[in-house]
């Protein structure tokens, strides 16, 4: 089994404001599945990163307007 990696998307699924969107996968193509999987496939996706996951990593997004 491969090292698993941490995928991130802000500006996920805008509407009003962009969501949030993250999933521990294999690679960044099994993340997505895995989120529509969950939620649904969106029209955008917004920003993504990508973590290793044998690392500290801390991520945030404000809200508002």
Known sequence: MSKL????WEGFAPSY????AFALAESKEEAKKLI?????DPEEW???YEYEVDKKVAFA?????
């Open 46 to 48: 917004g920003d993504s």
């Open 5 to 8: 990696k941490l995928y991130v």
């Open 36 to 40: 529509i999987e969950e939620h649904y």
């Open 61 to 65: 997004v404000s809200g508002g307007g």
């Open 17 to 20: 404001s962009g969501g949030l």
